[in-house]
């Protein structure tokens, strides 16, 4: 059994080549391949969830279910390609060259995604540099909005970064969450699939064998074939022994057979005076060992598979969360054999609550967006004030957004949770915004400001200050307690 370094470095090359090829799989698998409005992939789903573009495949080089996949070509490359069609400010695309650069080309497209400015939004200095983006970054600068006032979240909305560079950092922010999520789940699928064409064809193999009572067919031994090769592409390289023992014998006795169906009667020796009979026997006990040693190599990537598909687990933050501190972790290219991922929490949070939460994200800037229009923020200093239930529910929105990008997976989970139960207040909160703002700047107009103009969150209608930064105080007012306001 492979052990050690050796092992880690062949984990380390399959993880590869599969998420390459998985990407495109679970693509394909999903449905997602028609082209939307400007050249992006969509899935019709509510919420206006975009997909990074779908290869045109297949090739070469990786060949599955009888498809033949060349990731560079056929995944990168196209996607790569999209990405410099519509997002033409990006002008340093990496190249793929082959498996070792495939998924770190990945992550430095996902940092190019993204825009990158300073994090101190009211000097009104973006540094908007594209070439040199850091997806670290960019969540950094979001979560530092998030845990000032709401009005550095407005002051960066239209005095820096403007509304549309914010709606695209949230819109980049969601599409990278995704690739990731897309490329983990094809791999636990593709490890498990993998495992169990081998086993089924290895059975089938031996029970054809079996049932012909020694018949000269050639199908058996063309599965068997198809077993080493299944081995040898999608396993480690612990069944190497037996791959090394049983080839010789198929090529053998597929030579016999050949000659036996070529019509001559008797059994033809084999190379070392072997009879027909002798050689099946051999072929048995070959199937036999084969068999074996794929149950071990089986256990082996039973083992892999489970370390591979929990990184969403629930005492603490993934290798693969995109954290506030941490950005995309480097473990997503390095696939190192301690990764361990929880499927489940991985399909809960990766398909159903991360995309809803920046979907969110990306909704309170249109909302901002929208009620910012003839405000008082156009002169820079000024706060919501009170608000009542619009800045109370505004303020549990910020909340569920700083869980995203500060929080470990089961923290993003309860935030998923949170906007599954809210989520049809947004529509009321964008309204009852737009009338807030609306008679602040009439105030403001007329010189008669009330409520909280100062930078601070104001206290919430019929709780007191000291209640208001209590544990038992509304989420909202926990927020400025929380979070320096």
Excluded at 105 to 118: D, N, R, S, V, Y
Excluded at 455 to 471: E, K, R, T
Aim: hydrophobic share 40%; aromatic share 6%; charged share 25%.
């Amino acid at each position: 059994m492979v052990t050690g370094d050796d092992y880690e470095n062949r984990l380390a090359e399959y993880v590869r080549k599969i998420a390459e090829a998985a990407i495109r799989w679970q693509l394909d698998d999903w449905g997602f391949g028609q082209e939307a409005s400007g050249g992006r992939v969509g899935n019709g789903e509510p919420g206006g969830v975009v997909w990074p573009p779908i290869a045109d495949g297949p090739t070469a080089d990786i060949t599955y279910e009888g498809e033949t996949i060349n990731p560079g070509r056929d995944v990168y490359q196209p996607w790569f390609r999209s990405i410099e069609r519509h997002f033409a400010c990006f002008k340093e695309i990496p190249d793929p060259k082959g498996f070792d650069a495939g998924v770190a080309a990945i992550e430095k497209a996902l940092t190019m995604f993204t825009l990158h400015g300073q994090t101190d939004v009211r000097n009104g200095e973006s540094g908007f540099t594209p070439s040199d983006g850091s997806l670290t970054g960019n969540i950094q600068v979001v979560a530092d909005a998030l845990a000032g006032q709401t009005s550095d979240m407005v002051l960066m909305y239209t005095k820096t970064y403007g509304p549309m560079k914010m709606t695209i950092l949230f819109e980049n922010l969601r599409q990278a969450v995704l690739v990731a999520n897309c490329a983990l789940l094809a791999e636990q699928k593709m490890w498990h699939r993998a495992r169990e064409d081998v086993i089924a064809l290895a059975r089938d193999a031996e029970t054809s064998f079996n049932a012909r009572g020694g018949e000269s067919k050639i199908s058996p031994w063309n599965c068997i074939l198809a077993v080493a090769e299944a081995v040898k592409e999608l396993l480690p390289k612990a069944a190497n022994d037996a791959l090394n023992k049983a080839l010789p014998i198929v090529k053998t006795a597929t030579d016999l057979l050949t000659a036996n169906e070529g019509g001559n009667p008797d059994p033809v020796p084999a190379l070392d005076g072997s009879s027909h009979l002798e050689v099946e026997d051999s072929l048995v006990a070959a199937i036999g060992d084969l068999k074996e040693r794929i149950h071990v190599a089986e256990d082996l990537v039973h083992d892999m598979s489970r370390q591979m598909v929990q990184a969403m687990r629930t005492e603490g933050p993934s290798p693969f969360h995109i954290h506030g501190s941490v950005g995309l972790s480097k473990k997503f290219t390095d696939a190192a054999a301690e990764i361990r991922i929880d499927v489940d929490v991985l399909r809960r949070v990766g398909t159903a609550y991360v995309p809803d939460v920046v979907w969110v994200a990306a909704k309170a800037v249109d909302i901002m967006m929208d009620a910012a229009g003839d405000g008082p923020w156009e002169r820079g200093d000024w706060s919501v004030g009170d608000g009542g239930r619009a800045r109370g529910a505004f303020n549990d929105l910020l909340e569920v957004i700083y869980t995203f990008v500060n929080s470990s997976g089961a923290e993003m989970v309860e935030a998923g949770s949170i906007l599954a139960e809210h989520a049809g207040a947004i529509g009321d909160v964008d309204q009852q915004i737009g009338e807030h703002l609306d008679e602040t700047a009439q105030e403001v107009d007329e010189g008669t400001p009330s409520g909280d103009v100062s930078p601070q969150l104001a206290p919430q209608p019929g709780v007191s200050a000291d209640q208001q930064y209590s544990d038992d105080a509304p989420i909202h007012g926990r927020l400025a307690s929380r979070l320096g306001g």
